[in-house]
């Protein structure tokens, strides 16, 4: 399609003091452009629509990223309140005990035949070191949070893929599989698709076919709930093979599965099945709820849901939460953001809710000097479309972390212009190469980017660009954000 031709919207800028000016054309025009741009003592730069409010895409993980440093213990230091554990459940019945695998909001727990550490085949070594040689059911225990694997507002289309995969307490492999897929042996034949290592978790359909030369013109289904991933569709039998990964509705389920083949492996009798236990959602769960409930408000702990006469075998520690935090950020690894959110919501008695880690992500804003109208949150990702932030409210947020004293930690933590994380191939020539720190966002029709440059004088700026309603025939503006941030930092 033929790209239509609009005229240029130029956008004065002008330097704070003013020594300087020069004209930027804002691109797609038609677009609704948001811009804010200060210095850290609160001078305004440039203004544009600072106080409309727009969806932000992933410059949210800006927001949730703070906010674990706002309401968690030193991030540098692992935590044992979130190890993933291993309990034995003793029955009630003469069978043998259940063997429970007891999520910790750890999202970096793997099922790999090369894992280093932090390997769910270390788990299975010491269930079985202490003797354990026949199980009926493997539990897979993710009610540390309220079973809220989707947030609202999560596009359903995007279910089946893994930046959208399930968030759960108890998180294997990033609760993704992978698929690979070459041609067959010629046109005409059926494509070959096969699941990875350790991944055939899930039914596969194949209804793909070679054809000739180097197209990859595949698309893969999965209703939600459905335990069978469908392919459809041409590869050409010169492509590359190419990995294919896919997110997960149940992933304390699929940790159960892995659990017991694992354990099956290593001679273990296993008489049940493996299945999920999961906190159903309470009223008490949502804070604005509580002060309107007549009974007992306390929201119910995962400590609840297990039997009394089980005893803990095995303790993982979970890696440093400034790990997370990094992956998070230099990555806008969504399902990160969304357990680092979970975990916010279990600061200061709350639930581990989304409700309850929104809330207290409403509180840092606050404080931030951000105005209450000026936001609504839905998730930790950015993913949801109903949430909503002005460019002056995150730029507000920015000079606040500034002032705080885990502020450096948290800024290593963001991609660097022309260096690493999603902006390693943006800002690669010019004075911003490596001076400028920002987490970026993208959604259908949006593009965003937030954080911190050095501008010509040394000084640094605080700066939120948003564009929303970008036309899917339009130029992107990705561009036009660079140049636009390079003329500020130079006129500074």
């Known amino acids: 399609m033929l790209l239509r031709h609009f005229p240029i919207l130029l956008l004065l800028i002008t330097a704070a003091p003013a020594t300087a000016q020069v004209e930027h054309e804002l691109n797609p025009p038609e677009a609704r452009w948001g811009i804010h741009v200060s210095t850290l003592d609160g001078r305004e730069i440039l203004n544009r629509n600072a106080d409309k409010r727009f969806q932000p895409a992933s410059i949210v993980k800006l927001i949730t990223t703070a906010g674990a440093f706002y309401t968690q213990p030193d991030p540098r230091i692992p935590d044992p ?58 539990i897979g225990d993710d009610t540390l949070f309220p079973d809220q694997r989707f947030a609202d507002g999560w596009s359903i289309e995007d279910l089946k893929f893994a930046f959208a995969t399930a968030t759960s307490a108890l998180t294997v492999n990033e609760n993704v599989l992978n698929i690979d897929v070459t041609g067959g042996d010629g046109p005409g034949a059926p494509v070959i698709a096969t699941w990875a290592e350790t991944d055939d978790l899930m039914n596969l359909s194949v209804d793909a076919t070679t054809v000739q030369g180097y197209r990859d013109h595949l698309r893969i289904a999965r209703l939600p709930n459905e335990d069978t991933m469908r392919i459809h569709g041409e590869f050409g039998d010169r ?12 992933p304390a389920e699929h940790a159960a599965r892995r659990l017991a083949r694992l354990l099956a492996e290593r001679g273990v009798l296993i008489h049940g099945i493996p299945r999920a236990r999961h906190r159903q959602p309470v009223i008490a769960d949502e804070p604005d709820m509580r002060d309107l409930m007549q009974n007992d408000p306390t929201p119910p702990r995962s400590t609840t849901l297990r039997r009394p006469n089980s005893q803990e075998l095995a303790r993982q520690l979970p890696a440093p939460l400034i790990d ?12 990160f953001a969304e357990l680092l959110l979970r975990r916010i919501g279990l600061a200061y008695g709350g639930s581990g809710s989304i409700g309850d880690g929104v809330d207290r992500l409403d509180e840092m804003l606050a404080a931030a000097g951000a105005s209450p109208d000026s936001h609504d949150l839905a998730d930790g990702a950015g993913l949801s479309i109903y949430n909503r932030v002005s460019p002056r409210a995150m730029t507000q947020l920015l000079i606040w972390a500034n002032q705080q004293p885990w502020y450096a930690t948290w800024r290593d933590t963001l991609p660097v212009g022309g260096v690493d994380g999603s902006l390693e191939y943006r800002f690669r020539r010019g004075a911003l190469q490596g001076n400028i720190f920002a987490k970026t966002g993208s959604l259908s029709g949006v593009r965003s980017l937030a954080g911190y440059m050095t501008a010509a004088s040394g000084q640094t700026l605080a700066f939120t660009v948003i564009v929303n309603d970008v036309p899917s025939a339009a130029r992107s503006p990705i561009g036009s954000i660079d140049a636009l941030l390079a003329d500020i930092a130079a006129a500074n």
Do not use: Y
């Open 239 to 250: 492509a590359r093979p190419v990995e294919l990964t896919i997110g997960i509705d149940d």
């Open 324 to 335: 997370v935090i990094e992956i998070t950020n230099k990555e806008s690894h969504n399902l």
């Open 81 to 138: 309140t979130f190890a993933t554990t291993i309990r034995i459940e003793h029955r009630t019945d003469a069978g043998p005990p259940d063997i429970a695998i007891v999520g910790g909001g750890d999202p970096l727990l793997a099922d790999d035949p090369e894992c280093p550490d932090n390997c769910l085949s270390q788990l299975a070594d010491i269930i079985v070191g202490n003797g354990v040689t026949a199980v009926t059911d493997i």
